[in-house]
């Protein structure tokens, strides 16, 4: 069973520009979370979601950042005119709601200049 | 809010050491409480988890027990081993599982032979 995919796994954006973060669930998983970890932090909760709903967008700035789980296809985390504060991991995690124990992925890492 | 304190590093230890890498917290609600290891470069993987008080968890040698007398879920292993140096994160989450992991800003374990 192959576990939770993103890509890319390193991603350069100038400033100004947008990044793009996609990650794939582990099979029968309809639960996405996404999760920031700046230098030296631990992760922050950003957003979780299940297929065509956000559930809870509590950690997401209220600016520039976006999120997306539809029916078909992946997760996408969003960033418009990215900023270098906005260079970071980005993980995501994925749950079966029988346990909604949380699968992480190998994470995007996320540089701009 | 939830919020995860765990003991800064780096932690240096040598090999067949014991280890002990503390975690307090302070949840709204019935928190289950989690250990994820992170090696370099990758992702979190799950160490082990407690979802209600006095349980232990445990996983590869290393045992934690919920304490909710103290809020506590400290992490220990009897002799470590070089390949146990990553970093380690406490984390917790409520309202039955379905939400997002708070973490603490992990503790950096290195062993050396």
């Known amino acids: 069973n192959a576990g939770v995919m993103q890509n890319p796994r390193h991603l350069v954006r100038r400033r100004g520009q947008e990044a793009r973060l996609r990650c794939s669930p582990m099979k029968g998983h309809s639960h996405v979370y996404w999760y920031r970890q700046l230098p030296e932090e631990g992760l922050k909760f950003m957003v979780y979601l299940q297929k065509e709903n956000i559930i809870d967008e509590s950690g997401m700035p209220k600016e520039r950042f976006s999120a997306e789980f539809p029916k078909e296809g992946p997760s996408i985390l969003r960033i418009q005119q990215v900023v270098r504060g906005d260079s970071a991991a980005y993980f995501c995690?994925?749950?079966?709601?029988?346990?909604?124990?949380?699968?992480f992925g190998p994470g995007t890492r996320l540089t701009v200049t | 809010g939830n919020s995860v304190t765990q003991m800064e590093g780096p932690v240096t230890l040598s090999e067949e050491a014991f280890l002990t890498i503390n975690c307090t917290y302070t949840?709204?609600?019935?928190?289950?409480l989690f250990w994820y290891v992170q090696y370099p470069g990758e992702g979190l993987q799950l160490l082990l988890k407690?979802?209600?008080?006095?349980d232990k968890g445990s996983n590869k040698g290393f045992e934690a027990t919920y304490r909710k007398e103290t809020t506590s879920f400290h992490l220990e292993k009897g002799s470590v081993q070089v390949s146990d140096s990553a970093v380690y994160f406490c984390a917790l989450n409520t309202g039955g599982g379905a939400d997002g992991l708070t973490f603490g800003k992990g503790t950096h374990l290195i062993i050396q032979p």
């Open positions: 407690a979802t209600k008080a006095d």
């Open positions: 995690a994925s749950s079966r709601q029988v346990d909604y124990e949380q699968y």
């Open positions: 949840a709204t609600g019935y928190p289950s």
